[in-house]
């Protein structure tokens, strides 16, 4: 028996719950380091002033944009090689996985380009005001440099992960992070960089991992990424847009989101903007480990879609929104009691900005026990080829919802209207989402009882 067989017959046979954490805890593992680099500098920024601390969530918007499109080719791509693989389309899921590969690269490299040629007035527009302009624009630089293997190690990760090698993708984001954590200190501080070696660290952490993981493609009966399969094709972008869609809407509406935030959380003063900015990456860090388990089932869903196993599938998103909401429900209870003490290790100067956050923490602590389903609700539709319902949910959160509750709330209630907008687009987002999930939750019966 090859590995693909192998493979094929592990993901299509084996108990969902027991296959979906097997590969959740590697796939949670990626995510969680990946976050790590967001922590770990706004750790170390946090300590030389808010200006600093408030660049990084400037700055933060590009980084959404970048991985936003990284999502768009790798999920894009991988949500079509699982199922190809699954349906056993070898050779075509090698292709769109070169496909999916190199059009990030260009993509990413162009994006850093027109970064480097208009670096202020992008700033400016991602909410940057004149006092944080210095701090953002050296940390922006190295991440410019950086977003070609920024973006090719977000690929990698995904499609990685939908051939059922989380665990290989991990020990490229691992050893990134690791390096990361250790980097910071020493050009933060020993250096006296500043800003800019938080910038210098991430780029030289993720181009380490950009070649760990390059270089383990094609192991373990997964595909390797060749030149030779690189022949881009209407269809295949077409396919790529069918997965990728979701996580674009979803990711870009975050983006999109940030930016406003930032504008208007900056009528209110750095001290806000800061706040928010160490919320945002407290949340982070809590969400990928969200995702990770998300992306367990992704792999899980699109195998036996693809083998027409509707049971399996059916089963295995039970037991994916079930975790992620009891563990939704134990972040709830964490935040609402220590939430102090959990901003005030990202901030040490400025009280403001810890009673700010832990404000902002606690209100949107107040919905997050939804937070489970909506993503594993998201996934689903995304890896059935659901693509416009995947879309709608994607963007309804951060997008068709919390942008303009940001405007209105501002207007009518001022800053405590900014810091309730999130928990009121959650409940929005909820109750759009449930009818959305039915509908095709429900038609996985009747396909089933059809089949049999």
């Not at 090689?81 to 260009?106: D, H, K």
């Not at 009691?337 to 005030?344: C, E, K, L, R, T």
């Amino acid at each position: 028996m090859t590995p693909q067989e192998a493979k094929y017959l592990r993901m299509t046979t084996e108990p969902v719950s027991k296959l979906v954490t097997s590969l959740a805890i590697p796939s949670m593992g990626s995510m969680v380091v990946s976050a790590l680099y967001n922590i770990v500098d706004t750790f170390f920024v946090s300590q030389t002033g808010t200006q600093a601390t408030a660049a990084l969530g400037v700055v933060f918007t590009y980084m959404m944009i970048i991985q936003a499109f990284s999502f768009f080719f790798g999920q894009g791509s991988g949500n079509y090689i699982s199922r190809a693989l699954g349906a056993r389309r070898t050779e075509q899921a090698a292709q769109i996985a070169a496909t999916g590969f190199f059009s990030a690269m260009f993509f990413s490299s162009t994006l850093g380009l027109l970064g480097f040629l208009f670096m202020k007035p992008i700033l400016s527009i991602l909410g940057s005001t004149p006092t944080i302009m210095p701090y953002a624009c050296s940390y922006f630089q190295w991440l410019l440099l950086g977003s070609p293997f920024i973006s090719c190690t977000f690929v990698l990760n995904n499609q990685m992960r939908f051939q059922g090698n989380a665990a290989m993708a991990l020990t490229g984001t691992m050893t990134g992070a690791i390096i990361n954590m250790g980097l910071d200190p020493i050009l933060i501080f020993g250096f006296d960089m500043g800003v800019a070696g938080a910038g210098l660290a991430t780029a030289i952490s993720q181009f380490i991992s950009f070649n760990i993981m390059l270089s383990m493609c094609g192991k373990k009966g997964g595909l390797a990424i060749r030149w030779s399969n690189f022949h881009p094709t209407w269809l295949q972008y077409r396919e790529i847009a069918r997965g990728g869609l979701p996580s674009l809407g979803r990711q870009g509406t975050m983006s999109l989101t940030t930016l406003v935030l930032n504008n208007v959380a900056g009528i209110y003063g750095d001290a806000v903007i800061a706040a928010f900015s160490v919320v945002n990456r407290i949340l982070m860090f809590v969400l990928s480990l969200l995702i990770g388990f998300g992306q367990g089932f992704q792999p899980v869903c699109g195998f036996n879609y693809g083998a027409k196993l509707y049971g399996r599938v059916r089963a295995a998103f039970k037991f994916c929104a079930t975790a992620t909401t009891l563990y939704s429900i134990l972040i709830v209870v964490l935040g609402m009691i220590f939430a102090p003490d959990i901003v005030g290790l990202f901030q040490s100067d400025d009280v403001r900005v810890t009673t700010l956050g832990s404000r902002i923490l606690r209100l949107q602590c107040l919905t997050y026990a939804f937070t489970g389903f909506a993503i594993s609700t998201n996934m689903f539709l995304q890896n059935i080829g659901a693509t416009w319902s995947a879309l709608f949910t994607g963007i309804s959160r951060q997008g068709l919802f919390l942008i303009p509750a940001l405007y209105i709330l501002h207007i009518t209630l001022g800053l405590d209207g900014v810091m309730a907008a999130q928990p009121v687009s959650d409940i929005c987002a909820l109750f759009l989402s449930i009818p959305l999930w039915w509908k095709h939750y429900s038609k996985m019966d009747k396909l089933e009882r059809k089949k049999t």
